[in-house]
C-alpha cells in the first residue's frame, strides 16, 4: 500500500511502457538528465531550464564508509566559503528537474548538492510503474541510511568549497519528510524547507519515526510548503502536525506552514501537470527568504 507521500506522487501519472521503448540507462549517464520513467508525461510547455553559465554543474561521487554515491552538484565557478544546501528529491531520484532546481540555488550563490538517495536499492528512474518503484526501491530505503548519506554529503561540501556554518536543506514530497527529519539529525543544520512532505504515517524497522515524532529534536527552524488540495496529506495532518510543532522545543515553535489555496501535491513540479505557478513562485521566494532570515545564505 502507498503511504501519503507516495500516493500524492502517484496522481496524473502513466505508465511510460506504453509511451516508450522499454529501455535503461546506467545511472550514472542519466543523473540529472531525461525524467523518471514513472513520472510522464512531461509538461514540456512549462518545465524550467535554468542556465548553467558561470557555474560549476554536474555529477560527482561521495564516499560514505567505502560506497560511491553519486550526486548532482551546482556551484558557482571558482568559488569557496558558500552556503550550502541540500536538495532531496521526490521517489523518482535526481532527474533533471531536481538537478535544475538545484542549478537554480547555485544562482543564487550556493553549493546545492542532490544525492542519489535510493541507488543502492535500485535506479528510480527505469521503473514505469510507481507502485513497482514503491515496493521495489523506495520501501527498502532505511531513514537511518539517508541521514548517513547526507552527512557524507555534508563532509563533501566541506571539502570542496562549502561553508557549513550555513547549511541548509529542503527536499521535496518524500525529500520533505527526510528534510523535516536531517533537521532533527543534523545540529549543523541552519534552517529547513520541506515541500509537501509527509508530517504523519506508519512506523516500521526502517522508518521508525515520522516528522510528528521529533519536534522535541529540532536542531534548526523548518518552513512547511503544502497545498490545500494535496490528497496525500490532509489538512488533518498538518494540524496534527501544527499541534506537536507547538509542544516542541524551541526550533520547532519557530517552525511555520504555508498552504496553497487550490494547489494539489507536487505543485513545485513544473514537468508535471500538478504544477501551479503561482504557488512555485511563491514557494521558491519563500524558500530564499527563509534562508536568508535564518543565517544560511
Same mark, same amino acid.
Given at each position: 500500500?502507498?503511504?501519503?507521500?507516495?500516493?500524492?506522487?502517484?496522481?496524473?501519472?502513466?505508465?511510460?511502457?506504453?509511451?516508450?521503448?522499454?529501455?535503461?540507462?546506467?545511472?550514472?549517464?542519466?543523473?540529472?538528465?531525461? #525524467? %523518471? *520513467?514513472?513520472?510522464?508525461? !512531461?509538461? +514540456?510547455?512549462? @518545465?524550467?531550464?535554468?542556465?548553467?553559465? &558561470?557555474?560549476?554543474?554536474?555529477?560527482?561521487?561521495?564516499?560514505?564508509?567505502?560506497?560511491?554515491?553519486?550526486?548532482?552538484?551546482?556551484?558557482?565557478?571558482?568559488?569557496?566559503?558558500?552556503?550550502?544546501?541540500?536538495?532531496?528529491?521526490?521517489?523518482?531520484?535526481?532527474?533533471?528537474?531536481?538537478?535544475?532546481?538545484?542549478?537554480?540555488?547555485?544562482?543564487?550563490?550556493?553549493?546545492?548538492?542532490?544525492?542519489?538517495?535510493?541507488?543502492?536499492?535500485?535506479?528510480?528512474?527505469?521503473?514505469?510503474?510507481?507502485?513497482?518503484?514503491?515496493?521495489?526501491?523506495?520501501?527498502?530505503?532505511?531513514?537511518?541510511?539517508?541521514?548517513?548519506?547526507?552527512?557524507?554529503?555534508?563532509?563533501?561540501?566541506?571539502?570542496?568549497?562549502?561553508?557549513?556554518?550555513?547549511?541548509?536543506?529542503?527536499?521535496?514530497?518524500?525529500?520533505?519528510?527526510?528534510?523535516?527529519? #536531517? %533537521? *532533527?539529525?543534523?545540529?549543523? !543544520?541552519? +534552517?529547513?524547507? @520541506?515541500?509537501?512532505?509527509?508530517?504523519? &504515517?506508519?512506523?516500521?524497522?526502517?522508518?521508525?519515526?515520522?516528522?510528528?515524532?521529533?519536534?522535541?529534536?529540532?536542531?534548526?527552524?523548518?518552513?512547511?510548503?503544502?497545498?490545500?488540495?494535496?490528497?496525500?496529506?490532509?489538512?488533518?495532518?498538518?494540524?496534527?502536525?501544527?499541534?506537536?510543532?507547538?509542544?516542541?522545543?524551541?526550533?520547532?515553535?519557530?517552525?511555520?506552514?504555508?498552504?496553497?489555496?487550490?494547489?494539489?501535491?507536487?505543485?513545485?513540479?513544473?514537468?508535471?501537470?500538478?504544477?501551479?505557478?503561482?504557488?512555485?513562485?511563491?514557494?521558491?521566494?519563500?524558500?530564499?527568504?527563509?534562508?536568508?532570515?535564518?543565517?544560511?545564505?
Amino acid at each position: 500500500m502507498l503511504n501519503q507521500d507516495q500516493m500524492g506522487d502517484s496522481l496524473a501519472l502513466l505508465d511510460r511502457r506504453s509511451m516508450l521503448p522499454n529501455r535503461r540507462h546506467a545511472l550514472k549517464a542519466t543523473l540529472g538528465m531525461g #525524467y %523518471a *520513467a514513472s513520472v510522464l508525461p !512531461i509538461m +514540456a510547455q512549462t @518545465a524550467i531550464k535554468t542556465p548553467t553559465d &558561470g557555474l560549476t554543474a554536474g555529477e560527482v561521487t561521495i564516499d560514505v564508509k567505502g560506497f560511491s554515491m553519486p550526486a548532482f552538484r551546482a556551484m558557482p565557478a571558482g568559488k569557496k566559503n558558500l552556503p550550502v544546501v541540500l536538495v532531496l528529491s521526490e521517489i523518482f531520484g535526481v532527474h533533471e528537474y531536481i538537478a535544475d532546481v538545484a542549478v537554480r540555488f547555485a544562482r543564487q550563490g550556493y553549493l546545492a548538492i542532490a544525492p542519489e538517495l535510493f541507488v543502492r536499492q535500485g535506479d528510480a528512474q527505469g521503473y514505469g510503474e510507481v507502485a513497482k518503484l514503491v515496493a521495489e526501491v523506495i520501501s527498502k530505503v532505511p531513514d537511518a541510511q539517508v541521514a548517513g548519506d547526507l552527512d557524507a554529503a555534508v563532509a563533501w561540501a566541506s571539502e570542496n568549497g562549502g561553508d557549513l556554518s550555513r547549511l541548509g536543506v529542503t527536499g521535496f514530497c518524500w525529500g520533505g519528510r527526510q528534510t523535516w527529519l #536531517y %533537521a *532533527a539529525h543534523n545540529p549543523r !543544520i541552519k +534552517a529547513a524547507v @520541506a515541500w509537501y512532505g509527509r508530517v504523519v &504515517g506508519s512506523q516500521s524497522a526502517l522508518t521508525p519515526k515520522n516528522p510528528v515524532d521529533i519536534t522535541g529534536q529540532l536542531h534548526a527552524p523548518v518552513l512547511g510548503l503544502y497545498g490545500e488540495d494535496d490528497t496525500g496529506i490532509p489538512l488533518t495532518a498538518v494540524q496534527t502536525m501544527k499541534d506537536a510543532l507547538a509542544r516542541g522545543n524551541a526550533n520547532a515553535k519557530a517552525a511555520q506552514f504555508v498552504l496553497y489555496k487550490a494547489a494539489p501535491h507536487a505543485f513545485h513540479a513544473d514537468y508535471r501537470p500538478s504544477y501551479r505557478k503561482e504557488a512555485a513562485d511563491d514557494g521558491w521566494k519563500r524558500c530564499l527568504d527563509w534562508f536568508k532570515a535564518h543565517g544560511v545564505a
